[in-house]
């Protein structure tokens, strides 16, 4: 669903905000996530929030491809891209059991 809803932010044209389908679907998901996150104990997090904020971690070294390649990464690298994903689980994970 994040990607669905980044490349349609990114293009010049975004559909999933006039569509009700997908929106309920953004919907959906976000309940799964605040359910997920009260079975957790994490019922002081913002499931919203939390989707903005992966939002965020998952487009930036795409979006930001001249930063990312100054500081000596290629976006477009497999390995790259494999590693980011590590990295953003490991970071979400931190700051969640940091938070509890």
Known sequence: MLLLVDRESLSRRPRVYDSEVQLQSLRDTIDQVAAQLERGGYHHIDARQLMISSLGLCESAFTHRPLVVGLGFD???????????RHIVALVRAALVHGR
């Open 75 to 85: 976006p477009t690298n497999p390995a790259f891209i494999a590693e980011r994903r």
